[in-house]
């Protein structure tokens, strides 16, 4: 699809009565597998550089990277285009969703988090049809909450003895998770979605910046040692590939296709992360893993079925 289709496409309603297109798909199991991996990348590089600092330094490297490929792709950062509200807001909502995410961290398990993390399709699926305009059938939502239940099912999350604590870290993941989303709808429904990609998440990555780095300083973090090279590696992945460059891949298919159904295939992310960790980290593959796999292949397929009722616009890419 051509660069003026794509940019005219995302001035109309998008219809979601039928499902991605292969392209689609396949674009976003590669966006899946790479933060599926990112989890995995913060994790190997916590004993030399904390969370918020990861996230941080994560940023400010990602920035320069944007700023390169924009400009050579022609895009006017400074342009004045209408976009500097709804970037600020996002840029602010993009901050404070990691600072959430990580704060709550340290009071509830990885394990809960990655579930609770995943309620953002449920936000974006709500926001979507309050806001802009899309509406998902009784079967896709079905969809989503199978797709759910299966990465709930992968991750096993742990039920007894929970405390005051953890239910605060959960509450805030789930904060996390809807600052995800809330990002996502207003780069699909404001002026954003008529913005470069680079320019859109540029708002994001620069605002996050004194976000993260006054979140680091009031949590005392620092760098006691210099990293490894294995560390420095996993930082360069997580600001170049993760954010530099699948963040401004993910932003610019949200401008495109629908907001629900992209949302709905993050529901993989953690699967790939499981996957990765048992490869890497040499982490154990349960039986109940195989079976929350198919819970979310099966709950992808029903959000992305075609609905028989909606008659596809041929003017709207699918």
């Known amino acids: ?45 916590l004993p030399d550089v904390p969370p918020m600092l990861q996230a941080l330094i994560r940023s400010s490297g990602a920035l320069p990277v944007m700023l ?19 970037g600020i807001i996002a840029g602010l909502m993009f901050g ?17 988090a990655s579930v609770f993390l995943y309620t953002a399709p449920f936000f974006v699926a709500l926001g979507s049809h309050q806001f802009l305009g899309e509406r ?17 099912l992968a991750i096993g999350v742990p039920q007894p003895n929970v405390d005051a604590k953890v239910l605060l870290g959960d509450l805030m993941v789930v904060g996390g998770g809807a600052l995800w989303a809330a990002t996502t709808l207003v780069a699909k429904g404001t002026q954003l979605r008529k913005a470069a990609p680079e320019k859109a998440l540029g708002y994001q990555v620069a605002i996050s910046i004194p976000i993260l780095g006054l979140a680091a ?21 997580q600001a170049v590939w993760v954010v530099g460059c699948t963040f401004v891949i993910w932003f610019a ?12 295939f993050t529901f993989v992310t953690p699967l790939f992360g499981v996957v990765a960790a048992y490869f890497v980290m040499h982490d154990t593959l349960t039986p109940a893993f195989g079976v929350a796999a198919l ?3 099966a709950g992808l397929y029903l959000v992305n ?10 003017n709207v890419p699918a």
Not at 1 to 9: E, F, H, K, L, V
Request: hydrophobic share 50%.
């Open 305 to 314: 079925k075609p609905d028989p009722k909606v008659t596809p616009d041929p």
């Open 96 to 112: 404070c969703e990691f600072v959430l995410i990580f704060t709550g961290l340290v009071f509830t398990s990885a394990s809960r």
């Open 1 to 45: 699809m051509s660069t003026q289709a794509i940019s005219a496409s995302v001035t109309r309603p998008v219809s979601v009565g039928h499902g991605l297109p292969p392209g689609a798909i396949a674009l976003m199991l590669m966006l899946c597998v790479s933060w599926g991996f990112n989890q995995l990348a913060v994790k190997l590089a």
């Open 253 to 264: 298919m949200v401008k495109t296709y629908s907001a629900s159904k992209l949302s709905a």
């Open 68 to 86: 390169i490929v924009g400009h050579l792709r022609g895009v006017k950062f400074f342009e004045r285009d209408g976009t500097l509200v709804p």
């Open 217 to 237: 300083w009031i949590a005392g973090e620092r760098i006691e040692h210099l990293p490894s090279a294995l560390s420095i590696s996993l930082l360069a992945y």
């Open 295 to 297: 819970f979310v292949i």
């Open 136 to 152: 998902l059938s009784t079967v896709q939502w079905s969809g989503l909450a199978l797709s759910f239940a299966g990465v709930a």
